[in-house]
């Protein structure tokens, strides 16, 4: 093998430093071109846009008009309609007809309806603006926090998770701030992580292995500052909107429970255990199975990571890559969360030394969303889910060496401030 790379490195000096000496310089290059081709195409359908809605059939904003049309039923005495699909799906046809069906659902808590009710004030397009600009500077301004490092941070910018962020209108990069924040600073700030844990609860799918990390940690300064958060958000919510909301909420759940097991149900689009195995052509009740035992695997994964190992770039990692695969119910666009992991497990490799293969399959997990929501010519092939699945096996590869090398509690005196 040396004496090839010698060979191609006499025949082709160019390329071979392209690839080697200088691959950080061609992978910034490329990422670049990626975002300028991206954003180009992307703002060529925004101008060619009639009433807000694309060429391509989509409104501009993706699901954004749903939190759109949440945020204004918020308090409105018809708020719990909107947790029936049928409901929404007539309401939104209203609100815009002749674009075709609105087969949305609202399956958010009605502590979700507290964090978007300001954006029910400006028309649609500035409401979506401000969604984007406020939760996407607050995701890269705590990626700063974490390694300020240029080189990385033009990555995480440009990579195609991030893109799929945008142009979805979700809410990825409000949920991976949280993340990252409740898994970087529960000892360091712990009021600040358990705010953002807390807050975490209204998406409450991804946030489930959260007090599991705090309890093997004994981060218990966080952990009251989320039970105290998510109590006080929940209580607001009540006094909002009442409790009929609630009851709407766990209706809600239980009858998309049901759809989940539906063969029409988008399961490609699904980063998940339960997506990967019903992708394979599994039933949705074997799948499910699956899913509870990957869930508990996970939730041990994150236990024995968070009481053996002290370093908290491994810690975040493990629980950022943990947490959309302990959940049936997470989908591609959320990927933005498992950013920060990768960026971390980089920053481990720039300072200690790379692992066999890591920066490939770092790349490959950057370059994944590209092909996402996973519609391709080949039937079965689980595209969304071998993201969330390789951010997992890149971060286990660090995480696990770590914790047979330490034994010793992790648990630290608690630390004050927030």
């Known amino acids: 093998m040396d004496k090839l790379a010698a060979t191609f490195s006499e025949q082709f000096p160019l390329i071979y430093q392209l690839v080697t000496t200088r691959l950080k310089y061609s992978l910034a290059a490329l990422a670049a071109l990626f975002i300028a081709l991206a954003l180009t195409l992307y703002g060529q359908l925004i101008l060619e846009s009639e009433d807000l809605f694309t060429k391509a059939g989509p409104i501009i904003g993706g699901d954004f008009i749903v939190f759109h049309h949440a945020a204004k039923a918020a308090g409105a005495p018809e708020m719990t309609a909107i947790y029936e699909m049928s409901t929404l799906k ?24 507290l964090i978007i009710s300001p954006f029910a004030a400006p028309p649609y397009l500035l409401s979506f603006t401000l969604w984007v600009a406020i939760f996407a500077g607050a995701f890269f301004f705590t990626m700063t926090r974490m390694w300020s490092d240029k080189w990385a941070l033009l990555f995480a910018a440009t990579s195609p998770a991030v893109f799929q962020g945008v142009i979805t209108g979700q809410n990825g990069f409000f949920t991976a ?50 039970a105290v958060t998510a109590l006080l958000l929940a209580a607001a919510s009540l006094v909002a909107y009442g409790a009929d909301s609630w009851i709407g909420f766990f209706q809600a759940i239980t009858a ?31 799948a499910g199975a699956v899913q509870i035992f990957a869930s508990l ?98 971060a286990a590869r660090r995480t696990l060496p770590a914790a047979d090398l330490r034994f010793a509690s992790a648990i630290r005196p608690a630390q004050s401030g927030l």
């Not at 939104?92 to 309806?113: I, R």
């Open 177 to 226: 701030t949280l993340m990252t924040l409740a898994g970087a600073f529960a000892s360091r700030r712990p009021i600040l992580a358990g705010v953002a844990a807390g807050l975490l609860t209204v998406k409450p799918q991804l946030g489930l292995l959260i007090p599991v990390a705090f309890l093997a940690a004994g981060c218990w300064r966080a952990f009251a500052a989320a």
């Open 256 to 286: 998309h429970g049901a759809r989940m097991a539906d063969a029409g149900f988008p399961f490609n689009k699904l980063v998940t255990p339960f997506g990967l195995v019903t992708m394979l052509g599994a039933s949705a009740k074997f």
């Open 297 to 394: 695997g996970l939730a041990a994964y994150v236990f024995i990571i968070w009481r053996r190992v002290e370093d908290w770039d491994l810690r975040l990692a493990a629980l950022a890559t943990s947490a959309m695969l302990a959940t049936p119910y997470s989908f591609y666009y959320e990927l933005v969360i498992m950013v920060p992991a990768m960026v971390l497990i980089a920053k481990r490799g720039v300072e200690t030394g790379w692992l066999p293969y890591e920066k490939l399959t770092l790349i490959a997990v950057w370059i994944l969303p590209l092909m996402m929501p996973g519609e391709t010519g080949i039937p079965n092939l689980p595209i969304s889910a071998a993201g969330s699945f390789l951010a997992f096996l890149i």
């Open 90 to 113: 007539a309401e939104l046809e209203a609100a815009y007809p002749g674009k075709g069906d609105f087969n949305f659902a609202w399956m958010y808590p009605p502590t979700m309806s």
